[in-house]
């Protein structure tokens, strides 16, 4: 179980698009993986342009929220760039009243996400 992945890496020329699997990422346990999943992607893999697709996510919880700014973080101190793309209406409207979108790199989708990266 420890190997089971909770999202899609997909290399584009040099940026990695990690799409998540899960519709909801409320789950502590899940959201564990995840952040390992990703910082692993930083801290082993030295990846240093990553996209993250929430596409197929329906709901987010804070502790969620609270992963993606570490990972953001810790991208800015590698001098790493991490662009967020394909974030529902309903969930961006919490990034928007955390004031979260000012934080992140968002676009609408992965093409333009990708764009000029």
């Not at 584009?12 to 999943?37: C, H, M, S, Y």
Request: glycine share 6%; proline share 1%; charged share 30%.
């Amino acid at each position: 179980m420890a190997g089971e992945r909770r999202l899609d890496i997909e290399d584009v020329g040099d940026v990695t698009v990690a799409r998540f699997i899960d519709k909801k990422i409320l789950d502590e346990n899940n959201i564990q993986k995840i952040g390992n999943q990703l910082f692993g992607l930083i801290d082993e893999d030295a990846r240093r342009k990553i996209v993250l697709d929430f596409s197929n996510v329906e709901y987010l919880s804070s502790a969620a929220l609270g992963k993606l700014i570490t990972l953001n973080n810790k991208m800015k101190k590698a001098k790493g760039k991490l662009r967020l793309c394909g974030i529902r209406p309903d969930i961006y409207e919490v990034f928007a009243i955390t004031k979260l979108n000012t934080v992140f790199d968002i676009y609408d989708d992965r093409d333009q996400a990708l764009t000029g990266f």
